[in-house]
């Protein structure tokens, strides 16, 4: 009995340290989170941000888009391809808190992404998602954002408290098969519906970079591409 006592301390104590090794976080704040890059910057929540887009290996990269509740890049992005799409029109099949805007009336309120059509947590695995409305203003009131160029790609340094950084592309956005506004906007979604205290309560919330303007926004059309930056607790 001691014996297995002793087995199993040791199992669990290996499995604990091979979770700790995997978010372990270097002295400068950068780390790895299953095989993907993070920055801690300083954040009161403690939130770090992925170094580049979900879809990437570099910041200046675009990597994949996506629309709004789905998990894989497509090759076009309307209503006739959207996942929960109704009938193939702009009613809702799922995160819809309006009668008028679901299929048949239907309603289920629901205001976040569930886990399964999160993006960054079906694509990254281990504790990456989407990051909140929350969140997302989290990381606009806390840092520093300059609009620069790295390596040859528009986007914003992104400089938090204790001065790390991260880079968000300027790499615009899909809608049907093209793409718009490229090296002059960058288009980020959250997980997070606007709900019905807005005039367009079933349209999700999205940063939105442009040279001279940051700011969330809501979208009714969640069935076009935009690009999703991950976080981890």
């Not at 997302?136 to 938090?160: F, H, R, S």
Request: some cysteine.
């Amino acid at each position: 009995e001691y014996i297995m006592k002793k087995i199993f301390y040791l199992v669990t104590l290996v499995i604990f340290s091979l979770l700790f090794v995997q978010c372990e976080e270097e002295p400068d704040g950068k780390g790895v989170h299953e095989g993907h890059e993070f920055v801690d910057l300083g954040l009161p929540s403690g939130l770090k941000w992925a170094a580049y887009n979900v879809g990437a290996e570099s910041p200046e990269q675009s990597g994949d888009y996506f629309a709004w509740g789905e998990v894989e890049p497509k090759s076009y992005y309307f209503w006739n391809t959207y996942k929960y799409s109704g009938d193939k029109d702009s009613t809702f099949t799922k995160y819809c808190t309006d009668t008028l805007c679901g299929l048949n009336g239907f309603v289920d309120n629901k205001l976040q992404l569930d886990i399964e059509d999160d993006a960054a947590h079906v694509n990254w695995g281990g504790n990456w998602r989407m990051p909140t409305a929350k969140e997302a203003q989290e990381l606009y009131d806390y840092c520093k954002w300059t609009w620069t160029t790295q390596n040859g790609i528009p986007g914003y340094k992104v400089m938090g408290i204790n001065g790390n950084s991260i880079f968000l592309p300027a790499v615009g956005s899909i809608g049907w098969d093209k793409f718009y506004d490229l090296g002059e906007e960058g288009v980020f979604w959250t997980s997070s519906l606007s709900g019905p205290d807005f005039i367009y309560s079933n349209s999700p919330v999205f940063l939105r970079l442009i040279e001279k303007d940051i700011a969330f926004n809501i979208v009714t059309q969640r069935c076009w591409g935009f690009s999703v930056r991950a976080v981890c607790p």
